[in-house]
């Protein structure tokens, strides 16, 4: 079972590679309105987050990867595409902002959850990292949910392709259309990516009485230790 870590590795680094595609697609899209970049961005997204099941080369992944892709095309061939590639930061958004905002209730907020992945149970005992997690996971419940707003407001609301111009209806909000683009395909993932490094810089000054990893070790750690992120903290003894 463990030879398998370092192919799994292996496997989210080349999908990491090929992620950078995945904007200049959806932006081409968006300029040139040709729904076949929409399309390619689809298909290249959804490639890069099942490609650890496509490489077992078991036949469901295939066939369930196939039927998606099926499903994509159908939305290309009647003109839905460019459409269904907005929505994708909305609900990339909504979904981040609802997982974390649901472990707000629990002993176990989300940021704590990455702590522990990382560093280890004894980190939350340190003065002032278990309430510093709760209050970075606030923020992110916070500000991915504020997002997810913008870019809804944005899908509605873009001069031509947004759906209330789809459906004949007058913007209260008109919002010039490579603009909101621009936002929902790149500077939605630069906003998350700045606010990040920022909470790194703030977290090392916040809690300089401790020691932090560095951030290339605490990135390699989080892409690493990421089922068990989504499960819980305390993986189950063997």
């Not at 030879?3 to 595609?21: E, H, K, W």
């Not at 309105?33 to 992944?61: E, G, I, K, N």
């Not at 459409?83 to 989300?110: D, H, K, M, Q, Y």
């Amino acid at each position: 079972m463990t030879s398998s870590s370092p192919s799994d590795g292996t496997t989210r680094r080349y999908g990491l590679l090929l992620l950078p595609a995945y904007p200049l697609l959806a932006i081409a899209g968006a300029v040139t309105h040709r729904q076949v970049f929409a399309l390619l961005a689809l298909a290249l997204l959804l490639s890069v987050l099942m490609l650890p099941q496509l490489l077992t080369r078991r036949a469901a992944p295939w066939l369930w990867w196939s039927g998606v892709l099926a499903g994509l095309l159908w939305t290309w061939r009647y003109g839905f595409a460019d459409l269904l590639l907005e929505a994708v930061p909305v609900l990339i958004n909504a979904l981040l902002a609802g997982w974390f905002g649901r472990t707000l209730g629990t002993s176990e907020p989300l940021v704590a959850r990455f702590i522990v992945a990382i560093e280890g149970d004894e980190r939350l005992l340190q003065p002032g990292v278990a309430a510093y997690a709760r209050q970075i996971t606030w923020f992110w419940t916070l500000l991915l949910g504020a997002q997810a707003l913008l870019l809804t407001v944005l899908l509605l609301c873009a001069d031509h392709s947004g759906l209330l111009a789809r459906a004949g209806i007058a913007s209260p909000l008109p919002v010039p259309e490579r603009w909101a683009a621009t936002w929902l395909h790149l500077g939605c993932y630069v906003l998350l990516g700045a606010a990040f490094l920022l909470e790194y810089v703030y977290r090392r000054w916040r809690l300089r009485h401790l020691h932090h990893p560095g951030l290339h070790d605490m990135l390699l750690q989080l892409a690493l230790h990421w089922p068990q992120l989504l499960r819980g903290k305390r993986p189950v003894a063997p």
